[in-house]
């Protein structure tokens, strides 16, 4: 059909990297995925039905099945854009410390409260993205991407193979923490402190 986005055929549809969308097609995703973070906002993971999502872009139910396959891959695609707005707010400022354990710090304190600042919507996203979806894979990786260039300015000077390794590692803490934060069993605040406590540990 022309207009519509097509995948390579070698390839499964909805991977980010693969679409080649037209401009007006890239609007609709857009307000697809504002509308998910917008539910998702206000009243967590439940809240968001494919419906409501649809009525609130003012798009077609099946426009968003074009892009996105199932609600967990929406959802993990919406967190992707999430962290790649916080990554763009956090790496504004340049990182503060004296040593890069302190610098990796302060932007890894930055990034999470700007999470803690909305739990239903870091609740929504943190169970999407650890949904065994296939789908959600790709977004797992994106997401890995995307810490990796938060980390990108405070790593300065650390060898390729040390700056991966150390992000991978402190990707697992965050999730960890995140994890235990949105399932109650973690107070707000203890997501920054595991993440300090990690990247001291591995840059001492």
Known sequence: MPGSARPSP????G?????TLTTGQEARRARVLGAALELAS???YDAVQMRDVATRARVALG???RYFRS???LLAAALVEWARSVEREVSAIPPA???VADRV???LRRASQAMERDPNLT??????ISSPDPGVATWQVELKTVLLQLLGAPLDGLSTADRGGIARVLSWVWFGALLGWVNGSARAGMVGDELEAAARLLLR
């Not at 991977?15 to 679409?19: N, S, V």
């Not at 609740?123 to 999407?128: C, D, I, K, N, P």
């Open 15 to 19: 991977e980010p990297a693969r679409l």
């Open 42 to 44: 206000a009243g967590g």
């Open 123 to 128: 609740a929504a996203l943190v169970a999407a």
């Open 63 to 65: 426009t968003i099945y």
């Open 10 to 13: 070698a390839e499964p549809p």
């Open 71 to 73: 609600k967990d891959e």
């Open 105 to 107: 710090v302060d932007v």
């Open 97 to 99: 410390g004296a040593t």
